[in-house]
Nanobody
Framework: EVQLVESGGGLVQAGGSLRLSCTASGFTVDDYAIGWFRQAPGKEREGVSL????????YYEDSVKGRFTISSDNAKNTVYLQMNRLKPEDTATYYC??????????????????WGRGTQVTVSS
């Protein structure tokens, strides 16, 4: 069974850090592109970051460049999103998702066939 499980969310003050984890089962993250999306209340889900192990490429949405870092630990079959200098506007539910093919950047949700249930990140001002 293919499964993605996010963890690491929580409540943090502005300027703080969190590290989100996305652990996969039923497939190998090294064979897929793994993306992080987020959705704030009343807003559309947006792509935040992507890692493709096949060519070691990464992508960051403009608002998180320089603050977020995506990485992959193939031995643990886990992708991480290190989030530093967090801002209140980063508050959202964060989801990881997997795809074999990325058709466009910025990321298109329709490309991603496997999704986790999300982890809540709340940044207080």
């Amino acid at each position: 069974e293919v499964q993605l499980v996010e963890s690491g969310g929580g409540l943090v003050q502005a300027g703080g850090s969190l590290r989100l984890s996305c652990t996969a089962s039923g497939f190998t993250v090294d064979d897929y592109a793994i993306g992080w999306f987020r959705q704030a209340p009343g807003k559309e889900r947006e792509g935040v970051s992507l890692i493709s192990s096949s060519d070691s490429s990464t992508y960051y949405e403009d608002s998180v460049k320089g603050r977020f870092t995506i990485s992959s630990d193939n031995a643990k079959n886990t992708v991480y999103l290190q989030m530093n200098r967090l801002k209140p506007e980063d508050t959202a539910t964060y989801y990881c998702a997997a795809t074999l093919v990325v058709t466009t950047i910025p990321m298109n949700m329709a490309d991603f066939g496997f999704w986790g249930r999300g982890t809540q990140v709340t940044v207080s001002s």
